[in-house]
């Protein structure tokens, strides 16, 4: 069977090995491509799976595309433990080797740069959730409006009850956000994940990206832990670190900054012999 190459990442020479047992998408192991002075790290995918028509198909199937972005970020997070990778877009594929060396060439300037200024630093991803109200129970009959306007009145009172839950949250979480970008050399604001679409509880209020040089990241995570019992019915959650997907390009949907301290989306991808461009997430 005709095989492509598969594109996870651009990096400097390093060297650390990866892990013997790691496999990358469609099961294969991932290999090192050296090129004037920058290595990509690549796979050979099967040709069938991977074509511009076959792609186009396999991005509408859910279940192969959540397989295929767990495979292609494991073989990431591995580079992450021995180097500074920056992440290409999921399914990036070529025809062959020498179609990877072109792009490394064409785009020889901006991974350098990229890579000198994200050189020893990682993404830590901030997540703010307002939780769920308890569920009300039903009034008995005694209790319940003894009028169209009783009811009408106890309507606005729980509005009014909401509104000022959600602008506590929008406070507590401007607070932590102007917090941890002192301590970030870079960040991104996201867009709130939709709740009925990442089936996650709560409505989410932040969610960005830190920039974090990895020296600097236990200080980051433990300003994390302590804020986590400061706002009643608000959850923080904190994952990381990722390679740093959200400041390898430019992104839609984002909102940039840069700090005064010391900081499973994937795209689409691009067809055969023509993929260059740099992978981005929107919250991790």
């Not at 998408?25 to 796979?43: E, K, M, R, T, Y």
């Not at 939780?131 to 209790?143: C, G, I, K, Q």
């Not at 991104?188 to 974090?212: D, E, F, I, M, W």
Request: charged share 25%; with cysteine.
């Amino acid at each position: 069977m005709t095989g492509l190459r598969y594109v996870y990442a651009v990096c400097r020479p390093f060297g650390m090995p990866l892990q013997a047992e790691l496999t990358g998408v469609a099961g294969a192991p991932p290999a090192l491509l050296h090129h004037h002075g920058l290595v990509a790290v690549v796979s050979t995918v099967p040709e069938a799976d991977f074509c511009e028509d076959a792609l186009k198909a396999h991005l509408e199937d859910l279940d192969w595309l959540a397989a295929t972005a767990r495979a292609h970020q494991g073989v990431v997070d591995a580079l992450t433990t021995v180097t500074t990778p920056l992440p290409l877009r999921l399914a990036t594929v070529f025809r062959d080797d020498s179609a990877v060396r072109t792009m490394i060439e064409a785009r020889e300037d901006d991974f350098r740069r990229l890579l000198d200024r994200l050189h020893g630093r990682v993404e830590w991803g901030v997540k703010v959730y307002l939780e769920p109200e308890p569920a009300e129970p039903v009034p008995a009959a005694a209790a319940r409006p003894a009028s169209g306007r009783d009811y009408l009145r106890s309507r606005r009172r729980h509005s009014h009850e909401q509104e000022e839950r959600w602008q506590r949250a929008e406070r507590f979480a401007h607070s932590l956000h102007e917090r941890l970008a002192e301590r970030a050399e870079e960040f991104r604001l996201h867009r709130p994940q939709n709740s009925a679409l990442s089936k996650t509880p709560g409505q989410n209020v932040l969610n960005a990206a830190y920039l974090v040089p990895r020296a600097h990241s236990e200080e980051f995570v433990e300003l994390v832990d302590r804020t986590k019992d400061e706002a009643p019915g608000m959850r923080v959650e904190l994952t990381g670190p990722w390679a740093a997907y959200s400041f390898s390009g430019e992104e839609s949907g984002t909102q940039s900054g840069t700090g005064t301290g010391t900081q499973s989306g994937a795209g689409t991808g691009t067809q055969s012999g023509a993929g260059s461009g740099v992978g981005s997430g929107e919250g991790r």
